[in-house]
């Protein structure tokens, strides 16, 4: 783009959404610029924040009549790198956040319609205050927005019960790549009509549109929600105490988490005050959930009954069951703070994989053989929801050694390896946090060759001057 015309698509931006919403001095810009693990720095020619869906279209259609490229962002929460721009300083961020607005609300009808810059957790208070429930909860709740969830597909720990994002999304309005608004806001629970149009668009990264607003799906709020830790010896035991949770507890089992001893002695050695209600003794931990129609006393009876029989059998080897609000919310702390504690601990190599459950634990074991050999004195920090098969498999530098070294040195072969691993074993190399730049070349690697041909013909249709989101997810589209 000419100095010229670069000038002329800038004033026109201003003229759109007033000067105050258009950024370009760098330090006003500088937070949009770097995603959230610090790991992606990128240039803009303009960071945009428009307050409707028709300024997103018109902002849309300048874009492609000046061959301006889109990066979507919504609360920066993301771990790879989808919602950075590159370097070149052609590319505009545009920033959701100011389609703040909950449209509706049907606690009758199960449905709320929310704009793609709410924050996740204003969506969770808006349904409580009708009494209803959106279950999709995620550690960066008070920050990422629903947008970005759906942009991402976004999983969380109630995935067990509820499902990811997808399966909480109903429809969508989305602004395309030529700046047309496609409303397409279903509030049916049926409706065949053809092609599923918002499965295009969710999980796709910002790709082929802009989400804008969501028709979303609210439940009946739980009498209670009953809380519980257990030791258990190895995996393989944990996925045994999985299937009787779910045997005696159905659809109440909401979620159901795993973390290694290390990654919560990590936990323990950054954040003291916080505890383990028993002395850990074992290799894992589960931190399972569960939520009860009738009430406290039912549902912690209930809990405690699955808990006696895991206890009885050896499935578990010792357990403990939050009395209360406060000690619920701390045993949820241990396990939210895991990624905070790797974080003090220096830098790391993460994984965001997902495998079978039958074949879970022989993947942890084999791996976690693998790795040690491979990168001697490397310390593995395993978690995740095992309820839905996903892991975060990451490996920590050796104590005393220099963290970024060792990640420079050793990332490309660590996530080969572990990749490799989880992929032989019928899983994924991205299970919940999306590919976006970070593991764009993975797609060309994992993914089979007709499903690669046919995303890039969906892009091609629905975005043929490659301007949303250009660089991110597919390997080997041409850039604008």
């Known amino acids: ?4 015309e670069r000038t ?5 931006l201003r003229a759109l959404l007033g000067s105050a919403h258009v950024l370009q001095d760098e330090a006003d810009c500088a937070g949009y610029l770097t995603d959230w693990r610090k790991r992606y720095r990128g240039r803009a020619l303009a960071v945009v924040l428009p307050g409707s869906t028709a300024q997103v279209a018109e902002v849309l259609q300048l874009c492609a009549l000046h061959g301006v490229g889109v990066v979507p962002q919504g609360g920066n929460t993301g771990l790879v790198g989808g919602a950075t721009p590159d370097a ?14 909950i449209r509706a609300v049907d606690p009758e009808g199960g449905t709320l319609i929310a704009e793609a810059g709410c924050l996740l957790v204003a969506v969770q208070n808006a349904a409580a205050e009708h009494g209803k429930l959106f279950p999709l909860s995620l550690a960066a709740e008070g920050s990422c927005t629903i947008g970005g969830n759906l942009a991402t597909n976004a999983g969380g720990t109630a995935v067990l019960r509820y499902g990811n994002a997808r399966e909480l999304c109903l429809g969508l309005e989305v602004v395309t790549a030529q700046g047309e608004v496609l409303d397409a806001l279903n509030t049916l629970r049926k409706n065949n009509t053809g092609y ?57 089992l909401t979620g159901f988490e795993l973390m290694s001893a290390h990654s919560l002695d990590l ?36 809990l405690e009954a699955v808990l006696q029989t895991a206890l009885e059998t050896g499935t578990i080897l010792d357990a403990a069951v939050a009395q209360s609000l406060a000690q619920s919310r ?9 990624p905070l504690a790797q974080a003090q601990e220096g830098l790391n190599i993460k994984h965001d994989i997902g ?31 095992l309820g839905d098969g996903n892991l975060h498999y990451n490996v920590q530098a050796p104590l005393g050694s220099d963290a970024a070294q060792f990640l420079a040195a050793h990332q490309a072969a660590c996530n080969r390896l572990v990749h490799d691993a989880a992929v032989a074993c019928g899983g994924t190399f991205s299970a919940e946090h999306g590919v976006g730049q970070l593991k764009r070349d993975d797609m060309a690697r994992y993914a089979s060759p007709v ?7 969906i892009k091609q249709a629905l975005d043929p001057q490659n301007l949303m989101n250009p660089g991110k997810l597919l390997p080997d589209v041409p850039a604008p």
Not at 8 to 12: C, M, N, T, V
Not at 204 to 232: D, N, R, S, W
């Open 1 to 4: 783009m000419q100095a010229a």
């Open 8 to 12: 002329r698509f800038l004033d026109a």
């Open 88 to 101: 070149s300083g052609t590319q505009i961020v545009l920033v959701t956040r100011r389609l703040n607005r």
């Open 196 to 252: 599923s149009l918002r499965d295009l668009y969710v999980g796709a990264e910002g790709t082929l549109g802009i989400i804008t607003a969501a028709t979303l799906k609210l439940f009946a709020q739980p009498a209670a929600h009953c809380t519980a830790l257990a030791a258990v010896r190895d995996v393989s035991a944990a996925i045994a105490f999985l299937d009787l949770a779910q045997t005696r507890l159905g659809a109440g």
């Open 267 to 302: 936990v323990r050695q950054h954040f003291p005050q916080q505890t383990l209600p028993f002395a850990l003794q074992s290799a894992w931990c589960v931190l399972l959930e569960a939520s009860d129609n009738e009430g406290e006393t039912q549902g912690r009876a209930r």
């Open 330 to 338: 701390a045993l949820w702390h241990l396990r939210e703070s895991i």
């Open 355 to 385: 495998v079978p459950l039958p074949r879970m634990a022989a993947f942890v074991e084999s791996t976690a053989e693998l790795l040690t050999q491979a990168l001697p004195g490397a310390r593995l920090v395993v978690f995740g929801h």
């Open 451 to 457: 499903a690669l041909a046919q995303m890039r013909a």
